[in-house]
């Protein structure tokens, strides 16, 4: 029984720090700033991201080839994203902070995406000029 107990306290340890983790690399790339192609690519005309374009985000970015095979995906970020949208559709009208938060979350989520999509793009390019100067 205490074995059971432990090996509870225990993954709900790992899970939260996995969960703090991924919300600060989340945080730090989406401190970056977003390449205006990105921008003009997915229809975005005021340069303001908004919870709502991270879809839009997402699927440029799957539509983006990855040359480079160490590259992360935003399977993670997807998951984060439905998580913290769920959370404010569920408990936001019954608390506006919850609801705040879950939208500062979300475009964090967006540009978190813009960023990746131009990192993706800017290496490709990279990529595409070395292979023409060998």
């Given at each position: 029984?205490?074995?059971?107990?432990?090996?509870?306290?225990?993954?709900?340890?790992?899970?939260?720090?996995?969960?703090?983790?991924?919300?600060?690399?989340?945080?730090?790339?989406?401190?970056?700033?977003?390449?205006?192609?990105?921008?003009?690519?997915?229809?975005?005309?005021?340069?303001?991201?908004?919870?709502?374009?991270?879809?839009?985000?997402?699927e440029l970015h799957d539509l983006t080839p990855?040359?480079?095979?160490?590259?992360?995906?935003?399977?993670?970020?997807?998951?984060?994203?439905?998580?913290?949208?769920?959370?404010?559709?569920?408990?936001?009208?019954?608390?506006?902070?919850?609801?705040?938060?879950?939208?500062?979350?979300?475009?964090?989520?967006?540009?978190?995406?813009?960023?990746?999509?131009?990192?993706?793009?800017?290496?490709?390019?990279?990529?595409?000029?070395?292979?023409?100067?060998?």
């Amino acid at each position: 029984m205490l074995a059971a107990i432990l090996f509870t306290i225990s993954i709900a340890a790992l899970s939260q720090f996995a969960l703090y983790y991924l919300r600060a690399v989340l945080t730090e790339l989406a401190a970056l700033p977003v390449s205006d192609r990105v921008l003009a690519a997915a229809g975005i005309e005021d340069g303001r991201l908004l919870p709502q374009h991270f879809l839009a985000l997402a699927e440029l970015h799957d539509l983006t080839p990855d040359l480079e095979a160490h590259r992360r995906g935003l399977g993670l970020v997807r998951l984060y994203y439905r998580f913290v949208r769920a959370l404010g559709v569920l408990f936001g009208k019954h608390m506006p902070v919850l609801a705040a938060w879950s939208e500062r979350e979300r475009v964090i989520c967006a540009r978190y995406a813009a960023v990746e999509i131009g990192r993706r793009l800017q290496a490709n390019l990279e990529l595409a000029a070395s292979l023409r100067s060998s």
